[in-house]
């Protein structure tokens, strides 16, 4: 939608990402903002946090992609993170790839390894389909706790710090430049996939995967398509986690965070690309204040004090997820839209 007043002459205007002169601006503002702001004004450990909602918006984009866009379920997407940081580890150890190559490995890894699981998982739907990559959750990680050989079990493994060009990215700073320019690289590669023919068909599978079939759209290629996308951000958002907390451990990804990108996805709002960054967003900052929350409970409730920061969490997130469904289905997202439907309209915007 086009602001009051302003009209698309030509179709490759209707296409384009920022439409207008303003847009443009804001948007090159908002990188610029983001680029140098936090390096100015926030401390490391604000760094840390941002680096994390950085990762977790990385992997949450390639879900929104699978569930949002394509309507497949899955609950074993912190599996998959986990595949990319274990195979981005050993690539980097093992084999001494560059850490670049390391890092695109990793995708391609978890990728084929989601594709494994995906060729059962596109015959069913639903229940099933969750259950099915519930399963797949559940063995990934058996696989990385057991095989001792070349994953180090329960021991977990060492990752040596990320290097591009020479530079080491050793410090705060350094690694949140990276993890934005992979954030903003991977947003505008899923806006660009969900603009194409390959979008369109993922929208047709998920609203109709008969009626899909019916207009001649291959409903078994591009499920396992989506699979595929979705694993293969999984495994680079692994990356990025294990060459950031040089330490990886199985425990590092637990069941329960696969609920909560799904829960937060939804938050944020399925089915649209500013959806993940908006629930990532919320989500982690949750985490943070409920850490923070945690020492004033216990000060005054010293019974709950080891326990407190698990429980009170769940039962935030929990109700979030909940608040919001009941109350704006349709996300974070769905809002910004009528803002922004508002904003352009305006002064008529009735």
């Known amino acids: 939608m086009r602001p009051t007043g302003v009209y698309n002459v030509h ?42 909602i950085g990762i977790s918006i990385v992997a949450m984009q390639g ?21 990319g940081a274990y195979a981005s580890a050993l690539l980097s150890t093992g084999l001494h790839f560059p850490f670049l190559a390391a890092f695109i490995g990793a995708g391609i890894i978890s990728a084929l390894i989601g594709l494994i699981f995906a060729l ?8 099933y389909l969750a259950i099915t990559t519930l399963g797949a959750y559940f063995i990934i990680i058996w696989v990385i706790q057991h ?10 493994l060492s990752v040596p710090r990320a290097s591009i060009g020479g530079i080491v990215l050793d410090t705060e700073p350094k690694f949140y430049i990276f993890t934005l320019a992979v954030v903003l690289v991977t947003t505008f590669a899923a806006k660009n996939i969900m603009r194409s023919h390959v979008g369109r068909a993922l929208v047709a599978v998920r609203d109709n995967d008969l009626a899909a079939a019916v207009m001649g759209i291959n409903v078994f290629r591009y499920k396992l398509l989506a699979f595929f996308i979705c694993c ?11 060459h950031y907390i040089i330490s990886i451990h199985p425990e590092q990804f637990p069941f329960f965070d696969s609920i909560w990108y799904l829960g937060f996805l939804a938050v944020g709002g399925m089915g649209s690309i500013m959806g993940p960054v908006f629930g990532t967003i919320l989500w982690r900052l949750l985490s943070e204040a409920v850490a923070a929350l945690v020492p004033l409970l216990s000060t005054s409730f010293p019974a709950f004090a080891a326990t407190a920061y698990s429980g009170l969490s769940l039962i935030i997130f929990g109700l979030v997820v909940v608040v919001f469904l009941i109350l704006e289905p349709r996300g ?15 002064p008529f915007s009735y």
């Open 332 to 346: 974070i997202n769905h809002r910004w839209t009528i803002f922004k439907s508002y904003y352009r309209l305006w």
């Open 232 to 242: 293969f951000y999984a495994g680079l958002a692994g990356s990025m986690w294990a």
């Open 120 to 127: 059962p998982s596109v015959r069913v739907k639903g229940f």
């Open 147 to 156: 095989w001792d050989r070349l994953t180090s079990g329960i021991w977990g």
């Open 63 to 83: 879900l929104n992609i699978l569930f949002g866009f394509t309507g497949q379920i899955s609950v074993g997407h912190s599996a998959f993170i986990g595949a």
């Open 11 to 52: 179709y490759t205007q209707e296409m384009e990402i920022c439409r207008t002169k303003t847009h443009k601006i804001l948007m090159l503002a908002g990188i610029l903002v983001l680029t140098f702001g936090p390096l100015l004004f926030l401390s490391d450990s604000k760094l840390t946090i941002l680096i994390i």
